[in-house]
């Protein structure tokens, strides 16, 4: 069984920057395809941006140029930087794991989830 925790989450202004981590226990995921999501009230939860076990990344186009997501497989954690981040950005923030190299954009495909970190940006 994998855990997940995120951290990192807060209160911040427009323009502000914050960086979220999803620290992994329990099994190793340097072969699991990982993504961070986020969901705001009333809305579906949406894919923000994914990584492959390799390293390669998709981001939605709301948050291209803005955010990145990387991982450390020693550490067996994964990041999420937010630059310039806007109002619309308020969401809470989950991570997730899928047990294949891939990951994708639908949250239904991925096998594990973390409780979530609530990032608010005030305008």
């Known amino acids: 069984q994998v855990q997940l925790v995120e951290s990192g989450g807060g209160l911040v202004q427009a323009g502000g920057s914050l960086r979220l981590s999803c620290s992994a226990s329990g099994r190793t995921l340097s072969n699991y395809g990982m993504g961070w999501f986020r969901q705001a009230p009333g809305k579906q939860r949406e894919l923000v941006a994914a990584?492959?076990?390799?390293?390669?990344?998709d981001y939605a186009d709301s948050v291209k140029g803005r955010f990145t997501i990387s991982r450390d497989n020693a550490k067996n954690t994964l990041y999420l930087g937010m630059n310039s981040l806007k109002p619309e950005d308020t969401a809470v923030y989950y991570c997730a794991a899928r047990t294949a190299p891939l990951p994708s954009r639908v949250a239904g495909y991925y096998d594990y989830w973390g409780q979530g970190t609530q990032v608010t940006v005030s305008s």
């Open positions: 990584i492959t076990s390799g390293g390669n990344t």
